[in-house]
């Protein structure tokens, strides 16, 4: 048995990193026109599937539901944040990225079924928006990158108005899927910073 540093990523990595995590971001993005084009065709037949609160049906929205939008008007609404922060989370490293998007998915999900009003459907990506955002901009405390860290400025420059949306008040908005999306934002950085993760990898065994 011997110990041994994995090697880490080079600069030379950049370019295939940049176009997968485009790939991924855009084909993301097809998908939910996609399934905005069925719902529109057959009557709105996929928006029951959003989150209903502490219903048993409304458990599946959990996972569906970030994947479905109130009419064209909210995912256009929606598209240009998800291809911005969806690009900048995954650029990292695609593997981080899903790791980063699934624990903000899940948090956001269970926290709208648990605590947000029973009489309503909850659907849209901006609890993944919100979720992004807050870890692009909070993950250079945990990585004390000075790239991230000027990332993380830039952004709350450029959306860090948005984040007024955790907050009640707006009719028709879930500001609970905001929050809780916000919430996994943060929680995803602190688990799943690069720190963290080389912390967890320096030493392989063989």
Do not use: C, K
Not at 23 to 48: H, I, K, M, R
Not at 79 to 95: E, M, N, R
Not at 150 to 170: M, R, T
Not at 181 to 198: F, P
């Amino acid at each position: 048995m011997s110990l041994q540093e994995r090697p880490g990523r080079t600069d030379a990595d950049a370019p295939s990193r940049w176009i997968r995590a485009g790939v991924v971001t855009v084909g993301f993005v097809a998908l939910l026109y996609v399934l905005e084009a069925v719902d529109q065709l057959t009557n709105n037949s996929l928006d029951p599937y959003g989150i209903r609160p502490r219903t048993e049906d409304g458990l599946l929205g959990i996972l569906l539901a970030p994947l479905l939008h109130g009419g064209w008007g909210h995912l256009e609404g929606n598209t240009v944040p998800v291809l911005v922060l969806g690009f900048l989370t995954l650029v990292s490293g695609i593997g981080r990225g899903i790791a980063v998007t699934a624990v903000i998915w899940l948090v956001a999900g269970a926290g709208v079924w648990i605590f947000a009003p029973a009489n309503g459907i909850h659907l849209g990506a901006s609890s993944l928006i919100f979720g992004w955002l807050v870890y692009l901009i909070v993950r250079g405390i945990f990585t004390r990158s000075a790239g991230q860290i000027i990332l993380g400025i830039f952004l709350v420059l450029a959306y860090g108005s948005i984040l007024f949306g955790v907050l009640p008040g707006q009719p028709g908005i879930s500001w609970q899927g905001h929050l809780f999306g916000a919430i996994g934002g943060g929680l995803a950085a602190m688990l799943l910073s690069d720190r963290v993760e080389r912390r967890g990898r320096q030493l392989s065994y063989r």
